[in-house]
């Protein structure tokens, strides 16, 4: 993956731990271990996801009480 092919925001997060996966080679694995890697992968999306959620509401409570767009 270039930098060009991250999401903005992401371009110059060159030590990031997703980004690093993204760059590992997956020759070494057998299709087991292919398996608890995906399974793994979409349990961090499901938390990243939560997250994500949650930070999205406060977002919006913080809106509703001031007023205004928050950054």
């Known amino acids: 993956m ?3 092919d991250l999401p903005i925001g992401l371009a110059g997060a060159r030590e990031d731990a997703a980004h690093k996966l993204g760059q590992e080679s997956l ?3 057998s299709l087991d271990e292919l398996d ?3 399974t793994l992968l979409e349990a961090e ?3 990243v996801t939560a ?3 949650k ?3 406060h977002r ?3 809106e509703a009480l001031f007023g ?3 950054e």
């Open 2 to 4: 270039e930098d060009g």
């Open 27 to 29: 020759d070494r694995y």
């Open 36 to 38: 608890q890697r995906v």
């Open 45 to 47: 999306i499901a938390r």
């Open 51 to 53: 997250h994500r959620q």
């Open 55 to 57: 930070s999205a509401a």
């Open 60 to 62: 919006l409570a913080a």
């Open 68 to 70: 205004r767009k928050v």
